[in-house]
């Protein structure tokens, strides 16, 4: 109860927290708009319908991974910066706790892409979305939000050790568009590539989506993308605690 | 049995230079220093800019490992038992640094007190009692970015008490603030010392070190160079007196002659709006102000004074003597 109660609470004020940004706010507006209207330009050549919503499903992804992506490693060098790092290291609650619901709030923002896109689709471009499974589709949106917030919990324990690590946030952000078949069906990637996809959780949230969407069993790739975000948040909870120590022994908790 | 042991602690640092052909060199922030704190005590640590304060302090909150040496906190080595350390222990530091300024004093507050373990059903109570000693009350709902530098230093003062730790790190917490807001913080540490907190101070300002500190240590290159309390300090530097000379124009040419005067120690120089303030220490029942004087012949003056040494004349004689 405690545990639950100390990471709703970290949510929640990290969700105010990144919410009262303009800047932030404001890029959280237009890029998931710009995202939705490049995919429903390219897409819209075609007159497959069903091609169309699984555009705009990897779009909504798209907003969801680069609000964490890049936002993940970057606020722990915020936190850095602004000396509230040191606080949350020097708290006695183990560090994974406090981290966690860091990435959760940015994921939590990113759900309104799915919420934006698909509106900016049916509104801007006529593209009628009728959901074959409305409540899986819910669920299966919020456990791949759930599943890229922890994909960014683990991009951003490396940034307690390692100053410049904001940058990998960064560079896998278009990476995984391409890799979890957000874009192009996993079907036009190389062979070689797919087990990376594979053990990407939003390849199997994002086919969830789609599966509830146009109709089709959503909830065996909804437990796989559970599953294999639970993995990684088990491996950044396990990283965090070495890489906290390692900051002690560098001193790169602070920027002095 | 001390609240905090401190054996030998020794803390290197590796600097990094160049792009192209990077280098390594380490740097001695501490070299092995050796203090007890007793319980309720307010202990200064007092030393200039990088003298070692601050990585001392942060190797005993846990925050940085030793590269030697031992330290302990209320029975708890830094170390091998850092979660034990970190639930008895506060931390607060100076600057603007360290809140959240998007949310509110209220939320930030709420929220160390969730990290901090503070049971649920106490937060209310605690956080109203915190925000009516620091002062705070009525401003709580404002967001921190709009609080002046001494709300926020007063926000991170309730804070570091929200889990009413047995030990408070205070690491130059009057910095940068307004002299009422240092002399209302100053109040507020004393009456928690006066409440049984043992307290580790930091700072550069000798009359806050003077005013509050029961005993202090002057730290100086990583070294501790003299402890004792206040007045043994000032008693062990110098038992002699301070001229003070205000001298208009340049008295650098006469700082040589003055220095090799008979039982001169040391002679600094402040600046003054308008002039200079020569400062010469001298041993116990010396009188050289004929002998300054006549160095400083040519040279138009001011006020001539002597006085007994203060806790800035002995901080200045070790530190500039370290």
């Given at each position: 109860?405690?545990?639950?109660?100390?990471?709703?609470?970290?949510?929640?004020?990290?969700?105010?927290?990144?919410?009262?940004?303009?800047?932030?706010?404001?890029?959280?507006?237009?890029?998931?708009?710009?995202?939705?209207?490049?995919?429903?330009?390219?897409?819209?050549?075609s007159a497959d319908e069903s091609g169309l919503v699984a555009a705009a499903i990897g779009a909504s992804a798209m907003g969801v991974w680069s609000a964490v992506s890049t936002s993940a490693a970057t606020s722990l060098q915020r936190q850095r910066s602004q000396g509230t790092l040191e606080l949350l290291v020097?708290?006695?609650?183990?560090?994974?706790?406090?981290?966690?619901?860091?990435?959760?709030?940015?994921?939590?923002?990113?759900?309104?892409?799915?919420?934006?896109?698909?509106?900016?689709?049916?509104?801007?471009?006529?593209?009628?979305?009728?959901?074959?499974?409305?409540?899986?589709?819910?669920?299966?949106?919020?456990?791949?939000?759930?599943?890229?917030?922890?994909?960014?919990?683990?991009?951003?324990?490396?940034?307690?050790?390692?100053?410049?690590?904001?940058?990998?946030?960064?560079?896998?952000?278009?990476?995984?568009?391409?890799?979890?078949?957000?874009?192009?069906?996993?079907?036009?990637?190389?062979?070689?590539?797919?087990?990376?996809?594979?053990?990407?959780?939003?390849?199997?949230?994002?086919?969830?989506?789609?599966?509830?969407?146009?109709?089709?069993?959503?909830?065996?790739?909804?437990?796989?993308?559970?599953?294999?975000?639970?993995?990684?948040?088990?491996?950044?909870?396990?990283?965090?605690?070495?890489?906290?120590?390692?900051?002690?022994?560098?001193?790169?908790?602070?920027?002095? | 049995?001390?609240?905090?042991?401190?054996?030998?602690?020794?803390?290197?640092?590796?600097?990094?230079?160049?792009?192209?052909?990077?280098?390594?060199?380490?740097?001695?922030?501490?070299?092995?220093?050796?203090?007890?704190?007793?319980?309720?005590?307010?202990?200064?640590?007092?030393?200039?800019?990088?003298?070692?304060?601050?990585?001392?302090?942060?190797?005993?909150?846990?925050?940085?490992?030793?590269?030697?040496?031992?330290?302990?906190?209320?029975?708890?080595?830094?170390?091998?038992?850092?979660?034990?350390?970190?639930?008895?222990?506060?931390?607060?530091?100076?600057?603007?640094?360290?809140?959240?300024?998007?949310?509110?004093?209220?939320?930030?507050?709420?929220?160390?007190?969730?990290?901090?373990?503070?049971?649920?059903?106490?937060?209310?109570?605690?956080?109203?009692?915190?925000?009516?000693?620091?002062?705070?009350?009525?401003?709580?709902?404002?967001?921190?970015?709009?609080?002046?530098?001494?709300?926020?230093?007063?926000?991170?003062?309730?804070?570091?008490?929200?889990?009413?730790?047995?030990?408070?790190?205070?690491?130059?917490?009057?910095?940068?603030?307004?002299?009422?807001?240092?002399?209302?913080?100053?109040?507020?540490?004393?009456?928690?010392?006066?409440?049984?907190?043992?307290?580790?101070?930091?700072?550069?300002?000798?009359?806050?070190?003077?005013?509050?500190?029961?005993?202090?240590?002057?730290?100086?290159?990583?070294?501790?160079?003299?402890?004792?309390?206040?007045?043994?300090?000032?008693?062990?530097?110098?038992?002699?007196?301070?001229?003070?000379?205000?001298?208009?124009?340049?008295?650098?040419?006469?700082?040589?002659?003055?220095?090799?005067?008979?039982?001169?120690?040391?002679?600094?120089?402040?600046?003054?709006?308008?002039?200079?303030?020569?400062?010469?220490?001298?041993?116990?029942?010396?009188?050289?102000?004929?002998?300054?004087?006549?160095?400083?012949?040519?040279?138009?003056?001011?006020?001539?004074?002597?006085?007994?040494?203060?806790?800035?004349?002995?901080?200045?004689?070790?530190?500039?003597?370290?």
């Amino acid at each position: 109860m405690g545990t639950l109660r100390l990471l709703g609470t970290g949510w929640w004020f990290h969700l105010k927290i990144h919410s009262r940004s303009a800047f932030d706010g404001v890029l959280g507006i237009i890029y998931p708009m710009f995202f939705a209207t490049s995919i429903f330009f390219i897409y819209g050549q075609s007159a497959d319908e069903s091609g169309l919503v699984a555009a705009a499903i990897g779009a909504s992804a798209m907003g969801v991974w680069s609000a964490v992506s890049t936002s993940a490693a970057t606020s722990l060098q915020r936190q850095r910066s602004q000396g509230t790092l040191e606080l949350l290291v020097a708290a006695p609650t183990p560090f994974p706790l406090l981290v966690a619901p860091i990435t959760l709030s940015m994921a939590t923002i990113g759900l309104y892409s799915f919420v934006a896109t698909l509106l900016w689709g049916r509104f801007a471009f006529g593209i009628r979305i009728s959901l074959e499974q409305p409540l899986v589709f819910v669920v299966a949106c919020i456990a791949t939000s759930l599943a890229i917030g922890l994909m960014g919990f683990l991009l951003a324990v490396a940034a307690v050790r390692y100053r410049s690590a904001w940058a990998l946030g960064t560079a896998l952000e278009m990476p995984v568009w391409l890799i979890c078949g957000f874009v192009v069906p996993l079907a036009l990637l190389p062979d070689w590539l797919l087990p990376v996809a594979w053990v990407l959780p939003p390849t199997w949230g994002v086919a969830a989506v789609k599966e509830a969407a146009l109709g089709g069993s959503a909830w065996p790739d909804i437990a796989l993308c559970l599953a294999i975000a639970g993995v990684y948040a088990a491996i950044g909870a396990v990283l965090s605690h070495r890489l906290v120590d390692s900051a002690r022994a560098n001193a790169t908790l602070s920027l002095s | 049995m001390p609240v905090i042991e401190v054996d030998d602690l020794q803390r290197r640092y590796r600097a990094k230079t160049g792009i192209r052909r990077r280098s390594t060199r380490d740097v001695e922030a501490v070299r092995g220093i050796s203090f007890d704190v007793e319980h309720g005590e307010l202990f200064g640590l007092l030393g200039p800019n990088g003298a070692g304060k601050t990585t001392t302090i942060k190797m005993l909150i846990t925050l940085l490992l030793p590269s030697g040496g031992s330290a302990k906190v209320l029975g708890f080595d830094v170390v091998r038992e850092p979660r034990e350390v970190r639930r008895r222990v506060g931390y607060v530091f100076g600057g603007e640094r360290g809140l959240y300024d998007r949310l509110s004093g209220l939320d930030n507050l709420r929220y160390f007190a969730e990290l901090y373990a503070v049971p649920a059903r106490e937060q209310k109570q605690r956080i109203g009692e915190l925000l009516e000693l620091v002062g705070l009350s009525g401003r709580e709902t404002e967001r921190v970015e709009g609080y002046s530098r001494g709300m926020r230093q007063r926000l991170h003062i309730a804070r570091g008490l929200l889990h009413k730790p047995e030990v408070l790190f205070l690491d130059e917490p009057s910095i940068g603030i307004d002299p009422v807001g240092a002399r209302e913080l100053r109040q507020t540490v004393a009456l928690l010392v006066e409440q049984g907190t043992t307290v580790l101070l930091t700072t550069h300002y000798m009359f806050e070190a003077d005013e509050l500190c029961d005993r202090l240590a002057v730290i100086a290159g990583g070294r501790i160079v003299a402890s004792g309390t206040p007045g043994e300090l000032k008693q062990g530097v110098s038992a002699g007196q301070v001229l003070e000379v205000e001298v208009f124009g340049s008295a650098d040419h006469a700082i040589k002659a003055i220095e090799d005067l008979r039982g001169v120690d040391a002679v600094s120089v402040e600046e003054r709006d308008q002039a200079q303030l020569l400062i010469v220490r001298t041993g116990a029942g010396i009188d050289v102000t004929a002998a300054v004087l006549a160095c400083l012949d040519g040279i138009s003056l001011g006020r001539v004074a002597t006085r007994e040494p203060s806790l800035e004349d002995a901080y200045v004689e070790l530190v500039s003597g370290s």
